[in-house]
């Protein structure tokens, strides 16, 4: 009966840690990757490093990367490769880019053919770039000019006494796309 008990018990403790192990393997394997970046917002000219901290995907492998615009174009992208755990950290310049609010795209492209791997989780983190200049939103549009209709630039050029000056002009305040903070 003894022998039976003890058979038992270790029966129990194998079944556990064969279910812990197998839990922990599906845990991983189903786990969704991470990526961290820093900043997330730069100026366009002359760009600005980003640093790139990355785990979750296929360990010593390739993972793809691209900068998506709010057109859907993809102006910059390249790669990165994993480690053992199937994370990175490393450092990409996010430069020749328009002003505009982006989404870096992270998944495994094994084979580095340009193309995320089918099935590959993508992750992605949101980056802004930003204009260099400024643009004054409280730029003032002068709705009393006078247009002078007696007003000769050119013989045979005629001058429209009844032309119209826009009041309402509107000035683009968000060609500058600020970085939250």
């Known amino acids: 009966?003894?022998?039976?008990?003890?058979?038992?018990?270790?029966s129990t403790v194998f079944a556990f840690a064969i279910?812990?192990?197998t839990s922990i393997m599906l845990l991983t394997a189903f786990a969704e990757p991470k990526v961290d970046l820093s900043p997330t917002c730069g100026p366009a000219d002359p760009g600005f490093n980003i640093v790139i901290n990355a785990n979750?995907?296929?360990a010593n492998s390739t993972v793809g990367w691209k900068f998506v615009g709010s057109d859907s174009k993809i102006?910059?992208?390249?790669?990165?490769?994993?480690?053992?755990t199937g994370g990175f950290n490393d450092?990409?310049?996010?430069?020749d880019l328009k002003p505009d609010h982006y989404k870096m795209y992270f998944a495994d492209d094994s084979d580095g053919d340009g193309t995320f791997d089918i099935g590959a989780k993508k992750v992605y983190a949101n980056v802004t770039v930003n204009a260099n200049e400024a643009v004054n939103a409280n730029e003032t549009v002068n709705a009393n000019e006078t247009v002078n209709a007696n007003e000769t630039v050119n013989a045979n050029e005629t001058v429209n006494a009844n032309e119209t000056v826009n009041a309402n002009e509107?000035?683009?305040?968000?060609e500058i796309i600020p970085c939250e903070k």
Not at 91 to 95: F, N, R
Not at 170 to 174: D, G, Q, S
């Open 1 to 10: 009966m003894y022998r039976i008990g003890k058979l038992a018990v270790i």
């Open 19 to 21: 279910f812990g192990l």
């Open 56 to 58: 979750g995907f296929k």
């Open 75 to 84: 102006p910059l992208y390249g790669y990165f490769d994993t480690n053992s």
């Open 91 to 95: 450092v990409t310049y996010a430069d």
């Open 170 to 174: 509107t000035v683009n305040a968000n």
